[in-house]
């Protein structure tokens, strides 16, 4: 069973997927066979659609659809905003970016659903996360091409919440928060339609006792749309550590390759997400190497990636 990642920064981390895809194309060999790219996902800055995270992306957009063809890789726009109202519809930007990335979409590639063994990143399909559904509804009916997921910003922690939104049939995936990654009696027993529907977010560093997790995306939310508002404070014990992947490895609804392989997989879910946007592409890399990287090859992805003079890794 192939297994799909989606991997942060569509526009943040334009420059170090262009060195990377590459390698993943032309050596193959140096990475699990088991993977693949499911899609790229991220926001331009100044993205009033925006949420999840401040977007700080600045790669054009037309580079960036250009690129995803290419490699045949589903680009995501990450269009989380919760606070979206009426008079955001109009947005210019949002809209422009909406049409430059529906045109880049293969309009045949639901045929990926109805057959399971064609392989769903050749279709390069374009999609959209979203919160919204003043937001969903407006792009669906304008834009017609994409496909729809559900957004982890939801906060979805209910088990029979998150089985409401597998049902609704506009969304291909559904991320639910990561507290309920570890959830094995109620996951196992969801039918195979909905485990295909399932999207974890494998790597979040986030305090798991937190309670304030859905107003530190509004206050995102908030920012996104230009409100003058004051920086949400982490309630976290430890949110002066900032992000660290070590530390990620340890929180309780971590799910390493191991689990992947040995506990997913065989359970019948196919897609993981990785968070990152707001982090350093250095940071990225590690992410690349730990979940698709064959460890006996991972040192040559990173001199290949540390040697290549055109990027400014951080």
């Avoid at 928060?177 to 196992?188: I, V």
Wanted: a negative charge; proline letters at 4%.
């Amino acid at each position: 069973m192939k297994i799909f990642y989606h991997l942060p920064g569509l526009f943040e981390f334009y420059e170090l997927y262009k060195a990377f895809l590459p390698l993943f194309r032309e050596h193959r060999e140096y990475f699990y066979d088991w993977c693949e790219i499911g899609s790229i996902y991220g926001a331009p800055n100044d993205c009033l659609w925006g949420g999840g995270r401040v977007g700080f992306g600045d790669a054009q957009p037309d580079s960036v659809a250009a690129l995803m063809k290419e490699y045949g890789i589903s680009a995501r726009l990450t269009f989380s905003n919760s606070l979206i109202r009426e008079e955001h519809l109009a947005d210019r930007k949002c809209n422009k970016l909406c049409e430059i990335f529906e045109s880049g979409a293969d309009t045949n590639a639901d045929k990926s659903r109805e057959n399971p063994n064609v392989n769903e990143i050749r279709t390069n399909q374009n999609s959209i996360i979203v919160h919204s559904d003043l937001l969903l509804n407006y792009i669906k009916s304008k834009y017609p091409n994409y496909y729809f997921v559900s957004s982890t910003t939801k906060v979805i922690t209910d088990f029979e919440q998150f089985k409401t939104e597998l049902s609704r049939e506009e969304f291909r995936y559904v991320v639910p928060d990561f507290r309920l990654n570890k959830q094995f009696d109620k996951l196992n027993v969801l039918t195979n339609e909905q485990k295909q529907k399932v999207e974890f977010l494998c790597n979040e560093c986030c305090w798991f006792g937190c309670y304030d997790r859905k107003k530190c995306y509004e206050n995102v939310s908030r920012k996104s749309l230009g409100e003058n508002c004051e920086d949400h404070i982490c309630v976290s014990p430890t949110a002066q550590r900032g992000y660290r992947f070590s530390d990620a490895m340890k929180n309780p609804g971590f799910i390493g390759i191991e689990d992947i392989q040995n506990i997913y997989a065989p359970a019948g879910f196919r897609h993981f997400k990785i968070e990152g946007r707001s982090l350093g592409s250095a940071l990225i890399l590690e992410f690349l190497l730990y979940y698709m990287t064959k460890p006996e090859h991972q040192l040559k992805v990173r001199e290949e990636i540390y040697l290549d003079s055109t990027l400014d890794l951080f």
